[in-house]
Every structure is written in C-alpha cells, then in structure tokens.
T-cell receptor
Framework: GNSVTQMEGPVTLSEEAFLTINCTYTATGYPSLFWYVQYPGEGLQLLLKATKADDKGSNKGFEATYRKETTSFHLEKGSVQVSDSAVYFCALSDLLGYQKVTFGIGTKLQVIP | DTAVSQTPKYLVTQMGNDKSIKCEQNLGHDTMYWYKQDSKKFLKIMFSYNNKELIINETVPNRFSPKSPDKAHLNLHINSLELGDSAVYFC?????????????FGEGSRLTVL
C-alpha cells in the first residue's frame, strides 16, 4: 500500500535559518505529492504540490522537488520566519488509491526570534 | 464565507454518551471526508463520500456512523463514546475525489471524552 515517511519533529530554528523537512514515499502507482501546513488551531491547507517526476512545487518561499529516483519530496525554505511556525504534512495521492490521500505523521516547526 | 465549516468546534462529554459533529461545504465539491487527528498530530482517514455514496470506510469501530444527506453535508455520529475517541476530527472536501490531492479542510472539532 501507499505510505509517506517524514522526519519526526519538533524542529526548532532561529529566524532566517535554512529549513529542510525530509519526506519519502512508497506508492504502487504514479503519485502526486503535496505539502500541507497546519497553523495552530486551524485545519490543514495546501502549501504546494508536484504531479510528476522532476516537477518543483513552490509557494510562499517554500519549495519541494519530486525526485522519483529517490522517492523523495523534501520541503525547503531559505529563510524561515516566526510566522512559519506550524505543523507540516507530506502527502500523496495515487490513481490506484482513488479518493484517498495518504498523509505523513506531520513535522512541527518552531521558529524563534 | 467559510468554505468547509464544522460544528461544534469543541465538544466535552462523558464516556458512554452519543454525540454528532456536523460538516458543510459550500465549494460545490463532490467528495467529502472525515479525518481523525490524534494528540501526536497523526492524521488518519476515516470515511469518504462521493455524491452521498460511501467510498472509503477505513478500519473504524462501527460506533462511528457517517451520514450524508446531500453532497454538501457529511455528518459524523459517534455512539457509546470511549476515552480513546478523544481527538480532533477534521472534515474535508475535494473536487475530483482526491485525484489531484487537493483537499479543503475545516477548522476541526476537538472532542474530549471524560
């Protein structure tokens, strides 16, 4: 079956530091990959996505590249801000897993001034 | 105007009680979901409905019963509540049955069972 593995948090960084949150996946088909973000007290919202190999998704300074050879979709940001403090979820959807989006465990990011 | 709205936002109740959580989406989406998020933030799908038809029913105790009166609503009823049911329950919707992976989530309903 499909699965998503992401690094466990929490991750604590100083403002303006470089962020990487690792994500790898297992899928039986040809998945699309996503990062969702959950701010405190809110629901998840889509941050970025990539639908095929070598695609790069980007939004709000965050980037992730779909690497089929390493089955990875690591999230990066060059300079984090306090407002980026949230829980980040890697996810995939697969044509073979119709109507089911599989999420990773979530990685909590805390950015301190 | 909230796209996916859930009520109540907070629910505190005793073991053994029955409770319901309601969800409505005004996005015109065909598919709706219920997810459970535990205290460690792990997110697990429970149910999915497409045009009022049950599509996904994960390994969930039959004390949990979803009901979809129309494609804009998906309610969750829980019988005989147990301590382990304490969690945040998220409703979500999607336009294309999740094929694009883009889900729109409500703000969550925090259930505490005492």
């Amino acid at each position: 079956g499909n699965s998503v593995t992401q690094m466990e948090g929490p991750v604590t960084l100083s403002e303006e530091a470089f962020l990487t949150i690792n994500c790898t996946y297992t899928a039986t088909g040809y998945p699309s990959l996503f990062w969702y973000v959950q701010y405190p007290g809110e629901g998840l919202q889509l941050l970025l996505k990539a639908t095929k190999a070598d695609d790069k998704g980007s939004n709000k300074g965050f980037e992730a590249t779909y690497r089929k050879e390493t089955t990875s979709f690591h999230l990066e940001k060059g300079s984090v801000q306090v407002s980026d403090s949230a829980v980040y979820f890697c996810a995939l959807s697969d044509l073979l897993g119709y109507q089911k989006v599989t999420f990773g465990i979530g990685t909590k990011l805390q950015v301190i001034p | 105007d909230t796209a996916v709205s859930q009520t109540p936002k907070y629910l505190v109740t005793q073991m053994g009680n029955d409770k319901s959580i309601k969800c409505e989406q005004n996005l015109g989406h065909d598919t709706m979901y219920w997810y459970k998020q535990d205290s460690k933030k792990f997110l697990k799908i429970m149910f999915s409905y497409n045009n009022k038809e049950l599509i996904i029913n994960e390994t969930v105790p039959n004390r949990f019963s979803p009901k979809s009166p129309d494609k804009a609503h998906l309610n969750l009823h829980i019988n005989s509540l147990e301590l382990g049911d304490s969690a945040v329950y998220f409703c979500a919707s999607s336009q294309d049955g999740g094929l694009s992976g883009e889900l729109f989530f409500g703000e969550g309903s925090r259930l505490t069972v005492l």
